[in-house]
């Protein structure tokens, strides 16, 4: 017969994450006092919620090691906006970009505005997030969101992720939790690779526009531990006049010891790429015939980026808590070639720029959680540090079909920050827990520029408390209550700036490092209908300033204070035991608030997103999905007069496996061949011939028409 102890240990293990540690005084009887996952706890109350059934998916090869989960999402006992999604159900779906498989994320929008090598484009809570502020993304506990960075505050490249190698998604939302820093305001996303394979996986890909890919993956036991290794390469030209002409090479080598709760695993990836890219073009230049849909105004962009790096995640448990410590080094570059104007700035050579970015990335994190009884009440404490420092090399360049005609800046700069945490869950009664947290975060820097008014040393330092509440189960369900205070970094450049970097002469005000935001949501999560869990949370969110470092023009601009009010619903119903429905569908106002109601509207703020869809499949025989996606439309500036279109695409898979561990799979992109855009700017440019001013104009990337994909994997 299974302990609870060890019911507790596996199911903690399943969601990858580590039990909870019961101390017990001397005087105490010993006892298990950690509180049981909410799988386990829902089985021993039949009022709790209880998360669906898991559910084998075998739609895309997703695999999952044996401790890992498959199916859909547990049930976070902290804020209702909060979820981890395994592996299984990131691979069942369709997408035609590795940075959809974020998608799962509910009420995510994952967008391309360039080449298939840069960074997506990223919009959450009526945020556009640009290529990654506010929504702090990991892999493996390493950040991939940079600060101060050649192209924008934040960057965050996913590109190197290999879907079939992860384990889970923990999302959780709104700045609430003490362990989530810079960029995580409006979203934490934290990705966790497999530790082994069940079997090894050899997969083919070829599909329309010149895609192909190809995936090796397999573990085998060496010593004590597992080796695990993975490598995938693809090519992709798309529908574009000038192909993108990708060449993407990307591996994982890792290896591992013990569990998730007593071991270790050292890792090390590596991933290159190089593209052209078909950037945003005026709207103007697709409706006079100069170009087509699918053409561009400058055929020399594109870039040529790479990321490697080695990290280690140790984690032990005794009688006097739980430890864990994530160490890692980055080494990544960036060179990216674009266009965006034309020949606004620059009549005779064009206004193409380069912008370059290398850098060093060491890293540090450190917790320690320990269970108590205090007065009669049950709680779990955890401490943390987390240290990061970055050694960048950044600049800006005017090019001329990537030929570099004059340096804009060129700076060194030297970045740390330092984050210590803490917070405390009580259990006060069966029906009633409380989290309370703190945060100090402390980030310093300096830059040595090559205009010497530049160069400077910056510091700053913000306290951020947060706390939470969650009532119930009755009646299979629970309500929840979060509010806190949190923050995010700007580009350390603008706050030392002195002068134009362009002109050398022109003052410019500096603004501050840190920037204050801060939110509450309150949240209900029921299955009190049979085979469906339902979500609804509705949050609002503050920023002091939405400050933007404009890579294309070398400086930092201060914008106005911003609120975020907005409600998400989301729903998975398990059909079938073979079939599962899911819908999330949210909603945001987003307006600044500084009192200037002709203009406060936050260009690029979506206001509806949603998403839905039907998987099915089983361990053997057919499989496959239908999803939809609904991006509505978004002011472009701030009086709303120019707004986007709406955009709904949808994305099919149909597939077979078989007994002997062969997998065909059918992939249809865009299945109705929607005519709609990826994403949509309003600014002014230039094409020849017109006025030296320029013309405000719509600027769109469309979306790339139907396509097809056929996959053949194996399993052995």
Do not use: C
Request: without cysteine; aromatic residues 10%; proline residues 6%.
């Amino acid at each position: 017969m299974v302990s609870p102890a060890d019911a507790q240990s596996v199911a903690a293990a399943a969601a990858g994450q580590l039990p909870a540690v019961t101390i017990n005084p001397p005087e105490v009887r010993p006892r298990n006092r950690a509180r049981p996952p909410r799988r386990q706890q829902a089985s021993q109350n039949p009022a709790a919620v209880q998360p669906s059934a898991p559910v084998l998916l075998p739609a895309s090869g997703g695999v999952t090691s044996g401790s890992a989960t498959a199916g859909p999402t547990y049930l976070q006992p902290t804020a209702a906006s909060a979820t981890t999604i395994g592996g299984a159900e990131v691979n069942a779906r369709p997408f035609s970009r590795v940075g959809e498989a974020l998608e799962v994320v509910p009420g995510l929008i994952v967008t391309q505005h360039s080449g298939e090598g840069k960074a997506n484009q990223y919009f959450l809570r009526g945020f556009n997030l640009d290529h990654g502020t506010d929504l702090a993304i990991s892999v493996d506990g390493m950040p991939v969101n940079m600060p101060t960075h050649g192209h924008g505050q934040g960057y965050a490249d996913i590109n190197f992720l290999i879907p079939e190698l992860v384990q889970s998604v923990n999302v959780r939302k709104g700045p609430y939790f003490a362990d989530q820093g810079d960029f995580a305001s409006a979203g934490a996303v934290a990705i966790d690779y497999v530790n082994r394979l069940p079997k090894n996986v050899a997969e083919l890909t070829f599909g329309s526009f010149g895609y192909r890919r190809a995936l090796a993956a397999g573990s085998t036991a060496v010593g004590a531990g597992t080796l695990l290794s993975a490598f995938e390469g693809v090519a992709y030209n798309g529908p574009w006049d000038v192909p993108d002409n990708v060449r993407k090479l990307n591996g994982v080598l890792r290896y591992s010891q013990g569990t998730a709760t007593d071991g270790l695993t050292l890792s090390a990836m590596a991933y290159s790429n190089g593209w052209n890219s078909t950037d945003q073009v005026a709207q103007r230049a697709i409706d006079q015939g100069i170009i087509g849909r699918f053409g561009t105004l400058d055929p020399t962009d594109g870039g040529v980026s790479s990321r490697f790096s080695l990290s280690s995640n140790w984690a032990q448990s005794s009688a006097y808590g739980q430890s864990k410590i994530n160490a890692y080094v980055i080494n990544s570059s960036l060179r990216l070639y674009n266009n965006f104007t034309y020949f606004l700035d620059d009549p005779v050579n064009g206004d193409q720029f380069s912008q370059m970015d290398r850098r060093t990335v060491y890293g540090l994190n450190a917790s320690h959680a320990f269970d108590m009884r205090i007065g009669g009440v049950e709680t779990q404490t955890r401490v943390g540090l987390q240290t990061r420092s970055d050694d960048i090399h950044v600049g800006l360049f005017k090019t001329l079909q990537r030929e570099t005609l004059s340096t804009v800046r060129e700076d060194s700069v030297s970045e740390g920050n330092v984050g210590l945490w803490a917070d405390t869950t009580a259990r006060w009664t069966d029906w009633l827990r409380t989290t309370v947290g703190i945060r100090e975060d402390y980030f310093a820097g300096r830059v040595t520029s090559d205009t010497p008014q530049n160069s400077a040393h910056a510091q700053a330092s913000m306290t951020s408390p947060k706390a939470g509440i969650v009532l119930g189960p009755w009646y299979k369900t629970e309500f929840y209550g979060n509010a806190g205070y949190g923050l995010h970094s700007n580009d350390i450049r603008g706050a030392t700036i002195a002068v134009d970097p362009i002109d050398k002469v022109t003052p410019q005000d500096r603004v501050p490092l840190l920037v204050r935001s801060k939110g509450a949501e309150i949240g209900i999560r029921t299955k009190a209908i049979r085979d469906l869990t339902s979500s609804l949370a509705v949050f609002v969110l503050d920023f002091d300033s939405e400050l933007l470092f404009v890579g294309d023009a070398g400086t930092t601009e201060p914008s106005r204070p911003s609120r975020r009010v907005g409600v998400e619903w989301t729903n998975q119903y398990q059909m079938l035991p073979w079939m599962r429905l899911d819908l999330d569908v949210a909603y945001t106002r987003a307006r600044f608030t500084d009192f200037d109601p002709a203009e406060d509207f936050i260009p690029g703020a979506p206001a509806w997103v949603a998403s839905g869809g039907v998987t099915f499949g089983g361990e053997a025989g057919w499989f496959g999905a239908l999803r939809g996606r609904y991006f509505g439309p978004r002011p472009l500036i701030e009086d709303g007069s120019a707004r986007s279109q709406s955009s709904l695409i949808f994305n099919a898979r149909a597939g077979y496996k078989f007994d002997n561990g062969l997998r065909l799979q059918f992939d249809v992109l865009n299945l109705f061949n929607a005519k709609t855009n990826q994403i949509e700017y309003y600014y002014l440019s230039r094409l020849p011939g017109e006025p030296i001013g320029g013309v405000a104009d719509r600027h769109v990337h469309p979306a790339e028409p139907l396509a097809v994909r056929l996959t053949l994997a194996g399993r052995f």
